[in-house]
């Protein structure tokens, strides 16, 4: 199985300043049909996850321009450009070019 | 906008069989996959299989052959069998539902599963 290996696991970040979390694959996640199927979801606590990106870099409706992606092949990353209170949750990358689907094990974003 | 609304079985003894039931609210039911995960306590979240409209069922292999996912079109509800459970199988399981296009989307709420004899 693909692993997706997320880090930091633990992400303390001050309101207004930006974050960033990184999501990388053990093998390249581009597909054979040239895309990648990179996601990224943030889960607030108590709910279910949502999803914030797809396919590497595209925002979902919905989400604030403040969040976006990026990477390739084997290295990606999520960035907030600037913390707000309620980005408190945790985010985790989901690879969907190789079966079995799998997933980084989570970042934490707490607020300072 | 589409939800995904998940019951069943909570608390299990082990050597009994897991049933969770997922229905889909809004969007068209066919032309995606309607996927289970998993997430035991303090470990990471499991991908567990698929199936599409027609009953088209894929699996992680590596926990195939406990799961059985079916598919009721009619009533736009899919569901998850595990026999037998396990202390090792206590988890909050998810469904989601696949696009094919962009990948995972839309989750359920989650049910905490809990295996204790």
């Known amino acids: 199985d693909v692993v997706m290996t997320q880090s930091p696991l633990s992400l303390p970040v001050t309101l207004g300043q930006p974050a960033s979390i990184s999501c990388r694959s053990s093998?390249?996640?581009?597909?054979?049909?040239?895309?990648?199927?990179l996601n990224w979801f943030q889960q607030r606590p108590g709910q279910s996850p949502r999803r914030l990106i797809y396919?590497?870099?595209n925002r979902d409706s919905g989400v604030p321009d403040r969040f976006s992606g990026s990477g390739s092949g084997t290295d990606f990353t999520l960035k907030i450009s600037r913390v707000e209170a309620e980005d408190v949750g945790i985010y985790f990358c989901i690879q969907g070019t190789h079966w079995p689907y799998t997933f980084g094990q989570g970042t934490k974003l707490e607020i300072k | 906008q589409v939800q995904l609304q998940q019951w069943g079985s909570g608390l299990l003894k082990p050597s009994e069989t897991l049933s969770l039931t997922c229905a889909v609210y809004g969007g068209s039911f066919n032309g995606y996959y309607w996927s289970w995960i998993r997430q035991p306590p303090g470990k990471g979240l499991e991908w567990i299989g698929e199936i599409n409209h027609s009953g088209s069922a894929n699996y992680s292999p590596s926990l195939k052959s406990r799961f059985t996912i079916s598919v009721d079109a009619s009533k736009t509800q899919f569901s998850l069998n595990l026999s037998p459970v396990t202390a090792a199988d206590a988890a909050v399981y998810y469904c989601?539902?696949?696009?094919?296009?962009?990948?995972?989307?839309?989750w359920g709420q989650g049910t905490l599963v809990a295996v204790s004899s």
């Open positions: 989601a539902r696949k696009d094919p296009v962009n990948g995972v989307d839309f």
């Open positions: 396919k590497v870099s």
């Open positions: 093998q390249s996640l581009v597909h054979s049909n040239g895309n990648t199927y």
